[in-house]
């Protein structure tokens, strides 16, 4: 999997030196590029909020300019495309670059934990934006698709992502190489975008008739049942079976943790594996 692991102890390489023995109590403490693992103190705040801002920005003029082509409804669909396709594809090749410890299970490299945060900043924002958009339909009268869901999706995301982003240290490296692995669940998302676009398709195009109208229903239909079974495999293999994985990295390393990181993230992540399961039986008895 692109793991490396020393062969003699497990210990951890990082810029192709095995690290040194530190004068400690705890001297198999996970190593950092700042060899502090008592920080905690993330990026200012100051400078986190404005780059959230930023990105919510970013994320609502893109929405505003595909709904002025195609309406809202698939603007939010083709957004959500373009976030699982940057946050699943990322997290994967952050993925890949997993060294691992006997102690602490996968790790990211410390070099590319900066790389992480800005994955999670990013998500973030997107999540924020929706969660924007919600309350300013629901203030119209209106109810946007599965707008409960999203919320409570939201909820716990914001959970996960925020006291990462906020770390620093030892817990930045901890917890960013779980929510990573956690993160790799968005390559699902793609399908089940596809699938809303899909059905929008079918429902709008008139495929009646003979000749090309009718292979062309003949065609969106097997592409919608290969894309159906493609979601339900990626959200059993990313989500069903994978969260479990990354709960049990919060738990192997949380004395390492700050008690209000553990806090969120254990309870939460139980609750977002609830709503995965019951999202994944919904998902089984509907039709592609």
């Not at 990211?108 to 924002?125: D, I, Q, W």
Request: proline letters at 5%; hydrophobic letters at 45%; one cysteine or more.
């Amino acid at each position: 999997r692109g793991w490396t692991m020393e062969p003699d102890d497990g210990a951890l390489q990082l810029c192709g030196q095995r690290e040194q023995p530190r004068k400690s109590r705890r001297s198999d403490s996970v190593p950092t590029r700042d060899g502090d693992r008592n920080q905690r103190v993330g990026p200012p705040a100051a400078d986190l909020a404005r780059e959230l801002v930023l990105h919510i920005a970013r994320w609502a003029t893109a929405f505003a300019g595909f709904s002025l082509v195609a309406g809202a409804e698939t603007a939010e669909d083709i957004i959500d495309l373009v976030h699982s396709l940057y946050a699943g594809l990322e997290a994967r090749r952050l993925a890949q670059s997993y060294q691992f410890s006997r102690r602490y299970g996968p790790l990211l490299p410390a070099h590319n934990v900066v790389g992480a945060r800005r994955l999670f900043t990013c998500s973030l924002a997107y999540f924020w934006a929706d969660l924007l958009w919600i309350a300013a339909e629901r203030a119209r009268g209106r109810a946007p698709h599965l707008w409960a869901g999203r919320l409570a999706h939201h909820v716990v995301q914001t959970a996960a992502n925020l006291p990462v982003i906020r770390s620093a240290g030892t817990p930045s490296r901890l917890s960013a190489s779980y929510l990573t692995l956690a993160y790799t669940a968005e390559l699902s998302t793609i399908f089940l975008r596809l699938r809303a676009l899909m059905a929008r398709l079918a429902a709008r195009a008139q495929f009646k008739g003979a000749g090309r109208a009718r292979n062309a229903g003949r065609l969106l239909a097997f592409l919608r049942a290969g894309n159906h079974a493609l979601l339900l495999a990626s959200f059993a293999l990313l989500r069903i079976v994978n969260f479990p994985r990354c709960a049990r990295m919060i738990w192997q390393n949380r004395a390492e943790l700050p008690q209000s990181m553990r806090v969120l993230h254990l309870p939460f992540a139980g609750l977002g594996y609830i709503l995965n399961v019951a999202w994944f039986i919904k998902l089984v008895r509907s039709s592609p």
